[in-house]
């Protein structure tokens, strides 16, 4: 079982409000990623990381932010969270090798309204 | 533009009964294509992972195949269980001019297996 881990795993909340999705791995991967999913739909990454102080945005564009101050830690933030950011977020990291596994948290599903 | 498709988009199937699902895609230049199974309010989890080379690769009761020629992919469950209803998602992993590589999911088929 992956050691990469997201809290909370359900947040419902109020239009306006500023949230931060946790997400933290033990396995000293370098690379992290965060997923927007919607139900019966595709992942879309939204943000990824390959490194300390390293973020990038993804394919699909999002009004979240990102940050990675340490290894094991790549927070989620919503500055001012709308009805159209509810969605399941999930985080992921992987090892350096290309073709080594992404290993997938439990994901955030969050509910504003 | 990379594509991932599967089909069928949902099944239902008697406990005990074989199925298989199907990813077609249309990534390059091609890395790896991963089979993923993700339960309701879960984050996926891999089930096999198949390189060029690979034409078949097993793990318990799945089995996955690849034609890397025809660019597609197939994941037969042998036996099915209750706890095997889920998604089932097919990832192609493409390399990546930038380095890495870039992953394209598709949108999963919904398998609900029943007593």
């Known amino acids: 079982e992956a050691d990469i881990y997201q809290t909370p795993r359900y947040l419902v909340i109020g239009t306006g409000k500023k949230i931060t999705l946790e997400c933290s791995q033990t396995m000293g991967h370098d690379k992290m990623y965060w997923y927007q999913q919607d139900p019966g739909m595709e992942l879309h990454l939204i943000h990824y990381s390959y490194g300390v102080n390293s973020t990038e945005k993804g394919d699909l564009s999002s009004e979240s932010t990102v940050s990675r101050i340490r290894t094991e830690h790549f927070p989620l933030t919503l500055e001012s969270a709308r009805p159209s950011h509810t969605s399941q977020y999930l985080c992921?990291?992987?090892?350096?090798?290309?073709?080594?596994?992404?290993?997938f948290g439990p994901g955030t599903r969050l509910t504003v309204t | 533009k990379n594509q991932v498709e599967q089909s069928p988009q949902s099944l239902i199937i008697l406990e005990g009964k074989n199925c298989t699902l199907q990813?077609?895609?249309?990534?390059?230049?091609?890395?790896?294509l991963r089979w993923y199974k993700q339960d309701t309010g879960r984050g996926p989890v891999s089930l096999t992972i198949?390189?060029?080379?690979?034409n078949t690769k097993s793990n318990g009761r799945y089995t996955a195949t690849l034609d890397a020629d025809t660019k597609q992919s197939s994941l037969h469950i042998t036996a099915s269980q209750l706890s095997d209803s889920a998604s089932y998602i097919c990832v192609v992993s493409a390399l990546w001019t930038g380095g890495g590589n870039k992953l394209t999911f598709g949108t999963g088929t919904q398998l609900k297996v029943e007593l």
């Open positions: 992921a990291s992987k090892g350096y090798e290309d073709g080594s596994e992404q290993y």
């Open positions: 198949m390189t060029f080379s690979e």
């Open positions: 990813c077609n895609y249309t990534v390059s230049p091609f890395s790896n």
